[in-house]
């Protein structure tokens, strides 16, 4: 189970920074103290965009907007520690029925936000989207994203130094796409307000999509390394990665 809610997380480090569940709801802290922070951008996605020059795409036109619509609402969800509706963009087909999982994945991102990690995407293009592949009672879709994000930690966060985070983060987000950074420490204080990760660079995500339906949910990079890979098809994933090394240009960026 604990490896299942690392998993729900994806590309929001905050459940991997520990894999278990707290049980805090104070979402609102985290975003009121960030509007506090001097010196620091503080920009928010308004939407994914698609690349209007070198865009690689193998899917439809109506598809890539259905997955651009669904993949702003997945990051926005985020951004502003939504998580009933961050849920609703999780594959929940694979995991019908089961309120557990459901209830321990949002106690666990509700006990990391309350101890001050926050996961904030700036800007997210999309350069490169597989074609769709059928899995089972599934399609799926491998994007790559021109990805601006952040990897938050504020004063109130006491687990381990993020600074000896980068194997963790360059997992989730990219190898040589993250510089760690930290804002200025006051007079008298001996921690910086502000302690995060800047990621930038190509970032892959994977979309899936029930059979039956036209509403599309995500899955971090590495998902079948979390204890998961149940949730997609070996044929399916090795086809889209084999497609992705071909056919898009920054898969060796």
């Known amino acids: 189970m ?8 994806g590309l929001f480090v905050t459940c991997l920074l520990a894999g278990m569940t707290g049980c805090s709801e104070n ?39 259905a997955i651009q619509s669904d993949l702003t609402a997945y990051f926005k969800a ?18 019908q029925g089961d309120t557990a999982f459901v209830n321990g994945s949002k106690r666990a991102l509700e006990h990391w936000t309350e101890r001050g990690v926050q996961n904030r995407t700036a800007a997210a293009e999309i350069v490169y989207s597989s074609p769709v592949y059928r899995d089972n009672d599934q399609d799926v879709v491998l994007l790559n994203l021109d990805l601006s994000h952040y990897v938050e930690f ?7 130094r993020p600074n000896g985070m980068k194997g963790m983060v360059e997992t989730n987000y990219g190898k040589g ?13 001996s921690i910086a307000e502000l302690r995060y990760w800047e990621v930038a660079g190509y970032s892959r995500i994977w979309a899936v999509s ?27 994933m090795v086809e ?8 898009d240009p920054t898969s060796q960026k």
């Open 210 to 236: 029930h059979i039956d339906s036209a509403h599309w949910c995500f899955l971090p990079p590495n998902f079948n390394e979390t204890g998961a890979a149940g949730m997609m098809g070996a044929n399916a």
């Open 78 to 95: 985020t951004n502003e520690a939504r998580w009933d509706d961050l849920m609703h963009y999780f594959p929940m087909h694979k995991k």
């Open 27 to 65: 979402a609102g802290s985290i975003s009121r103290a960030q509007g506090q922070i001097e010196g620091v951008e503080r920009h928010m996605l308004n939407e994914v965009t698609i690349a209007k020059e070198n865009l690689n795409s193998y899917v439809s036109e109506d598809t890539l907007m």
């Open 177 to 189: 796409n993250a510089t760690y950074r930290e804002s200025g420490i006051a007079t008298g204080d």
């Open 240 to 247: 889209a990665l084999r497609h992705r090394r071909a056919n």
């Open 154 to 160: 504020h004063r109130n966060y006491d687990g381990p």
């Open 2 to 9: 604990r490896k299942l809610h690392t998993l729900l997380t």
